[in-house]
DNA sequence: TTATATGCAAACGCTTTGCATCACG
DNA sequence: CGTGATGCAAAGCGTTTGCATATAA
């Protein structure tokens, strides 16, 4: 009928069971609007039906980073996060400090930059992780009025 | 007679004590190479005269992120590591993979980048991490003489 | 049917905290 | 001296593991 949710379609893709835990984390995860905890997706999964046990939930989030639907940020604060996106495409997530919504936004012009520090350092850097925090569009329209009232 | 150490020069400066428990973090600190835990500063310190206490360790890394003598990252790992480096000016971390050392690079020319992110997802940035691994000079030529035997 | 995945609970590792004592300034 | 720092041990939290059971394919 439908692929209800491309996190379950990616999961048969890569030939891994379609089990009642994994549909519920999948389902828990695309009901984010932001990046998520394990915790969120635990308590997201007992407003269910059925509450996935803590263990599995680890279990699957690490799956899904394996499989790139899902990506690991670290937060400021220094807590673990993560992010559902796109897989494949080298990207990076912009993450509002204020309701955690996070957007992707592509390679960027990054690429230059990484070339002047290898010539300058001499290191040969293969990888690299680039985490932008601000507030979001909706975010600051609620500071804005806020702040005027 | 001497300014034995940056680190404690700086905490006097901040109206912070000298205690023996500080001196002994800011030596393990400034003999690292490059990256190091909570735990390498507490083993270093047993190697010394005088242990430091776990939770000490703690205490003092956090003063120093806090007066920014030291600056927390966050390994691909997701493991937490600190690195020294100057306080004050913007800058980033480049961390060898294999060894651990760090460099720091400045504050390049990532500007125009979060401009053009920020006009292109309404987003107002106010921080961002980016951080960059891969092999240093040394570590490369490690690695290519290995090759090559 | 059979390999996989789950649940449960215990173990773990890192980090923080409460509180009495200590020591820098 | 007085306040801030320390040590210790216990608690806290997020995360992982072992193992018997359940289940998708």
Redesign the pocket.
Known sequence: MQQPNPVLSAL?DAG???????RA?AEAITEQAGHF???DVLAASRLRR??????????????LVDLGLVERVDLPS???AYVACEPDAHHHHVVCSACGRSVEVGELGLRPILERIESSTGFAIDSHRLELFGLCPECRATAASKRSA
Do not use: N, P, Y
């Open positions: 048969g891994k069971r379609l089990t009642i835990a994994r984390v905890t394990a915790e059925r509450a996935v046990a803590r263990a599995t939930v680890f279990r699957s989030l690490d799956l220094g807590d673990h």
